[in-house]
C-alpha cells in the first residue's frame, strides 16, 4: 500500500470510527481556552475518573484566567492537593499571572503564543490550539504513540529524541491529509480534500479516543477494528511489542521520618521551598535516612533530632507503620514519630510553624502525609 494511500485509509477510517464511538467528557466541544488548557493540565498523567472532581473544583473555585492568577498561589495547591505532579499546579498559577498581569488577561490565540507559557509543552500547546481555536496541529500522547506505533509499524523507541521527531512528523502529516480546504498543502492526487467538513480538533479528539478506548495498551480490540485489515501490528501480530520504548524506569528510594512535634494543641509544619519533591507543599519537620528505623534509639542518637529538641523532655508518643507513595522517579518510604513537647518549647527553626492541629486541613501536604491522616494515627485527641 502506498504512503499516501495507507495514511488517507488511517485518516478516514479514524474519523468513521469517531463518528460511532464519542466518549462523552465534560471538557469535550469546550472552546474557552482556559477551560480546555485547565482540562489539559489536570489530565495529563492523570486517570479521568481521578481528574474530573479537581476540573469542575477548579472552574468552580476560577471560572476565569484572572481569578486564578488573583487567588493565593497556597489556596490553588490546597485545590491540587491529591493530584501529583505539584509543579503543574505551580506552572499553571504562574502562566495564570503572566496571562492576567502581562496579557492584559487575553488567552493567547496562536500556538507559539501558547507554547511560550509556562508549563506548556507540544503536546498541550497543540491541544489548546485545536481544541479552542481549530488550528492544525496534531497531538501526540501516550495514546497517539501506541496507535501510530502499532498502525504503521514503527519501532523507533517513543522515548528516543529520534522517535519523537518521527511521530510528530507523522501524526502532522495525518492530520493535514484531511486539512486540506483549511490551510493544508496540497497531495497531487487529491486536489480538494478527501474528507469534507474535517476539523484538527475532531481528529485530534478522535486518535486520542481510540487510542484510550479500542487500541489500548495490554488488549487491543483487534477484531473489531476498522484498521484491521492494514495495521502492520495485526498483521505481524506484535501488538503486545509496540510502542518500543528504550529507558526502564528506575525508582530511588528514600526513607522519610516525620517528627509530629507535640505542643499542647499545636504541632509543627513547615513549607517545601528547597528545590526537591512537593515544592511549596507542608510537611513536618523531616530526617531523612538511608534505612528505615522504628525504635526510640534512633531518635535519641540522631543528631539533627537532638539539635531540634535538645534538653525539651521530649517523649515518643508513638511511632506510625511506614506509608508509602511512588512518584515517577522516587519510593518514599515514610515513618511518622509522634512527640510530645512541653508547653515551654520553642523551635529552633525559623520556618517551622505552629499549627492547631484542627486547623491542618488548611494546608496543602503531600499524599504520603495526608495517607497517614486518613489512618488517624494522628493522636488528635491525646491532649
Ligand atoms: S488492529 Fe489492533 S493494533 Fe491495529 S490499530 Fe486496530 S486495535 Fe490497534
Keep these: 500500500m502506498a504512503t499516501t494511500n495507507r495514511h488517507l485509509f488511517f485518516t478516514i477510517n479514524l474519523l468513521d470510527w469517531h463518528s460511532g464511538h464519542h466518549r462523552p467528557m465534560p471538557w469535550k466541544g469546550e472552546r474557552n481556552p482556559y477551560l480546555v488548557w485547565l482540562s489539559e493540565i489536570i489530565l495529563q498523567q492523570t486517570r479521568v475518573e481521578q481528574g474530573l472532581p479537581y476540573f469542575e473544583r477548579f472552574k468552580a473555585a476560577y471560572p476565569t484566567v484572572t481569578d486564578l492568577a488573583n487567588a493565593p498561589e497556597d489556596e490553588a495547591m490546597k485545590l491540587w492537593e491529591g493530584l501529583g505532579y505539584y509543579s503543574r499546579a505551580r506552572n499553571l498559577h504562574a502562566a495564570a499571572k503572566h496571562i492576567a498581569h502581562e496579557l492584559n488577561g487575553s488567552f493567547p490565540t496562536t500556538y507559539e503564543g501558547i507554547r511560550s507559557l509556562k508549563g506548556i509543552g507540544d503536546y498541550t500547546a497543540a491541544a489548546i490550539a485545536s481544541f479552542a481555536y481549530d488550528l492544525p496541529y496534531a497531538v501526540v500522547d501516550g495514546n497517539v504513540y501506541r496507535v501510530l506505533s502499532r498502525f504503521f509499524g514503527m519501532e523507533t523507541p517513543i522515548d528516543s529524541t529520534m522517535g519523537k521527531k518521527e511521530f510528530a ?186 499549627v492547631e492541629r484542627r486547623k491542618l486541613s488548611n494546608f496543602a501536604f503531600p499524599k504520603v502525609i495526608d495517607l497517614y491522616f486518613q489512618q488517624k494515627f494522628l493522636p488528635l485527641e491525646l491532649f
Design 169 to 354: 512528523v507523522l501524526a502532522q502529516g495525518l492530520l493535514e491529509i484531511g486539512n486540506w480546504g483549511i490551510g493544508g498543502e496540497t497531495i497531487p492526487q487529491f486536489p480538494i480534500s478527501p474528507i469534507p467538513n474535517f476539523s484538527p480538533s475532531g481528529f485530534n479528539q478522535a486518535i486520542m479516543d481510540f487510542g484510550a478506548t479500542h487500541c489500548t495498551p495490554a488488549t487491543p480490540k483487534c477484531p473489531t477494528c476498522p484498521m484491521q485489515e492494514h495495521c502492520v501490528a495485526f498483521l505481524e501480530k506484535k501488538t503486545g511489542e509496540l510502542p518500543v520504548k528504550t529507558k526502564k524506569l528506575v525508582r530511588r528510594q528514600r526513607i522519610f521520618n516525620y517528627l509530629i512535634i507535640n505542643r499542647l494543641r499545636e504541632v509543627f509544619i513547615k513549607k517545601r521551598t528547597e528545590k526537591d519533591i512537593w515544592q511549596n507543599l507542608y510537611d513536618f519537620p523531616l530526617i531523612e535516612t538511608e534505612a528505615l528505623h522504628d525504635d526510640r534509639q534512633f531518635l535519641t542518637k540522631n543528631k539533627t533530632c537532638e539539635a531540634w529538641l535538645g534538653e525539651s523532655g521530649w517523649q515518643l508518643l508513638r511511632v506510625s507503620p511506614p506509608q508509602r507513595q511512588e512518584l515517577t522517579h522516587q519510593r518514599i518510604v515514610a515513618t511518622f514519630w509522634e512527640l510530645g513537647v512541653g508547653a515551654d518549647f520553642l523551635p529552633k527553626e525559623e520556618n517551622w510553624v505552629a
